[in-house]
């Protein structure tokens, strides 16, 4: 079983920069795809960004330019690197793994993901 934490959310003020890590206990980490989404009682989940096994990434229209999703296989680590956060980034954020590799093609869809860690709060405020 595959098993996942996230880590490095916390308060920031409107335009700050913050960046999730999402740590995988398991291998093989280089075959999965890899998921960022986030969920508020308001909006329920959304699908921010994902990245395949040779690389491909999708995000979400809204937020491209200000999110980047990456990963680390060696270290077994992806990130999201969250910029000019705005209060409506406000929520709780999850990352998720496949485990084919590649399914991040045309979006982010969060019945596709087979593991998913506890998620770490966002908080965005003044």
């Known amino acids: 079983q595959v098993q996942l934490v996230e880590s490095g959310g916390g308060l920031v003020h409107p335009g700050g920069s913050l960046r999730l890590s999402c740590a995988a206990s398991a291998p093989p980490f280089h075959y999965y795809t890899i998921g960022w989404f986030r969920e508020t009682p308001g909006k329920g989940r959304e699908g921010l960004a994902c990245?395949?096994?040779?690389?491909?990434?999708v995000y979400k229209d809204s937020l491209k330019g200000r999110f980047t999703i990456s990963r680390d296989n060696t270290k077994k680590l992806a990130y999201l690197q969250m910029d000019n956060l705005t209060p409506e980034d406000t929520a709780r954020y999850y990352c998720?793994?496949?485990?084919?590799?590649?399914?991040?093609?045309?979006?982010?869809?969060?019945?596709?993901?087979?593991?998913w860690g506890q998620g770490t709060q966002v908080t965005v405020s003044s």
């Open positions: 990245i395949g096994k040779d690389g491909n990434t």
């Open positions: 998720a793994v496949e485990g084919t590799g590649y399914i991040c093609t045309d979006g982010i869809y969060s019945n596709l993901y087979d593991y």
